[in-house]
């Protein structure tokens, strides 16, 4: 069964700090893997895509790191700020054709003065 | 703001009442989505459009029947629904269906079912 996991479900960190946040998947075939940002009451904002030959990607403070082999994917925040706060959502496409995205349950970030 | 809009923004509405939500993208996208977002579970994807044609129906219920006039206008028509109902529903849009097009999402639509 296509499944995406992240961990930890919810984190607390101080600003100014880093924080990585863990996707793993059994999605099969794979295509993609995309990190979004979710604030509360908005609607899912697309960080980066990576596809399997990819296994680094950075956008500005975020960098995500996908190990195709492992089916492993991490979103590490660099230097993180209050408008930090926010879901992060690791999303999975298929390349079976059909137009699934397995997304996972997102990791809620906290981040406080 | 991403291009895609979503009215209304927060609804409350009975068992009994008939309801609808649009969307609009105003990106020139030629594929649109609805999905249901429920506390603590991940996004389910409801239905796809392409070019106005339905492509993909999720084994949604028939309380929700989607509408797209148009590449620009994308309609969820409510009725009947259940307390179990009660989530935010988001639309997006991409370019087109192929799998390195980027989903652009609407704020959502917050649906609470008394």
């Known amino acids: 069964k296509n499944q995406v996991e992240q961990s930890p479900q919810s984190l607390i960190i101080l600003e100014g700090k880093n924080c990585t946040l863990q996707?793993?998947?059994?999605?099969?075939?794979?295509?993609?893997l995309r990190w979004y940002k979710q604030d509360t009451g908005r609607g899912p904002v697309s960080l980066t895509i990576?596809?399997?030959?990819?296994n680094t990607k950075s956008n500005g403070r975020y960098t995500a790191t996908l190990d195709a082999d492992t089916k492993q994917s991490s979103l590490h925040i660099t230097a993180s700020q209050l408008s930090d706060s926010a879901s992060y959502i690791c999303v999975v496409r298929d390349s079976s054709g059909t137009y699934k995205y397995i997304f996972g349950t997102g990791t809620r970030l906290k981040v406080l003065a | 703001e991403t291009g895609v809009t979503q009215t209304p923004r927060h609804l409350v509405m009975g068992m009994t009442n008939k309801k609808s939500l649009k969307c609009e993208q105003h990106?020139?996208?030629?594929?649109m989505y609805w999905y249901k977002q429920s506390a603590k579970k991940p996004l389910e994807l409801m239905f796809v459009y392409s070019l106005e044609e339905r492509v993909e129906n999720n084994s949604v219920p028939s309380r929700f029947s989607p509408e797209c006039p148009n590449s620009s206008h994308l309609f969820l028509h409510l009725h009947t629904l259940q307390p179990e109902d009660s989530a935010l529903y988001l639309c997006?849009?991409?370019?087109?269906?192929?799998?390195?097009?980027?989903?652009?999402f609407g704020p959502g639509t917050r649906l609470t079912v008394t």
């Open positions: 990576m596809t399997f030959s990819e």
């Open positions: 996707c793993n998947y059994t999605v099969s075939p794979f295509s993609n």
């Open positions: 997006a849009s991409s370019q087109d269906l192929g799998h390195s097009y980027e989903q652009y």
């Open positions: 990106l020139g996208h030629n594929a």
